[in-house]
């Protein structure tokens, strides 16, 4: 099982460009949440798929940020444009479709806008 | 709606020491309650979960948690801790027969000092 795995781990970008963070959820797994992490608001949910369909996405915080999950290994996050304020870790999660399961988090995506 | 309050953002201890980490909710319906610990670099793992029958739970690692409904509280605690137990630890809350959202705390970082 080689767990929840997202590309990149490190991403610095220019505030205005395009960002793309991926996301490769545990096989088998039937939903898949983003989280971004920050020192101010610590984690916060921004939206999550069961079976690639996006079930809540109130903690999008702008149109700025769109997220896909076009089949069940595959989910983007996306913001365009970037700002500094959207500098932060953006984690990765998966689980099986039940309210007790556990997550499973990937390493993350340690995004920085200047 | 859920909500999840850990008293303590920062708590120092010397190696052996005995800790305590608190947690409190807020829920208007039944729960499933979670701790977490996120080494750094890293993203969050599962360290325990309270589900129902016995309040008292463990980890693999000499953590333990206790489920207080009457005070809704899932304190976390260890009898002596290691260097190695260095990280910062999230309690979080689902609902009973809901969704798999969490909501999670904002984390206590421990620090181990020899």
């Known amino acids: 099982d080689a767990g929840v795995i997202q590309s990149p781990r490190h991403e610095v970008t220019e505030m205005g460009q395009e960002v793309t963070l991926r996301c490769k959820p545990i096989?088998?797994?039937?939903?898949l949440f983003w989280y971004r992490q920050t020192m101010m608001r610590g984690l916060e949910l921004l939206i999550y798929?069961?079976?690639?369909?996006?079930?809540?996405d109130s903690g999008m915080p702008e149109d700025r940020f769109s997220a896909k999950m076009p089949n069940a290994s595959f989910s983007t996050l996306k913001i365009q444009p970037s700002e500094p304020r959207d500098s932060a870790v953006y984690f990765c999660?998966?689980?099986?479709?039940?309210?007790?399961?556990?997550?499973?988090f990937g390493n993350g995506t340690r995004l920085t806008v200047t | 709606a859920q909500s999840v309050t850990q008293l303590d953002s920062q708590v120092p201890v010397f190696e052996e020491a005995p800790v305590e980490l608190r947690c409190n909710y807020s829920?208007?319906?039944?729960?499933?309650l979670f701790w977490y610990v996120q080494y750094p670099n890293q993203g969050l793992q599962l360290l325990l979960k309270y589900l129902s029958g016995s309040t008292l739970v463990e980890s693999i690692n000499g953590f333990e948690a206790e489920f207080n409904k009457s005070q809704t509280s899932f304190h976390l605690r260890k009898p002596s801790v290691h260097i190695s137990d260095t990280a910062e630890y999230f309690c979080?809350?689902?609902?009973?027969?809901?969704?798999?959202?969490?909501?999670f705390g904002k984390g206590t970082k421990l620090t181990v000092n020899p």
């Open positions: 829920s208007s319906v039944s729960v499933y």
């Open positions: 798929f069961n079976n690639n369909v996006p079930i809540d």
């Open positions: 979080a809350v689902s609902e009973w027969g809901g969704s798999e959202k969490l909501v």
């Open positions: 999660a998966s689980s099986s479709q039940v309210s007790n399961s556990p997550l499973h």
């Open positions: 096989s088998g797994h039937n939903s």
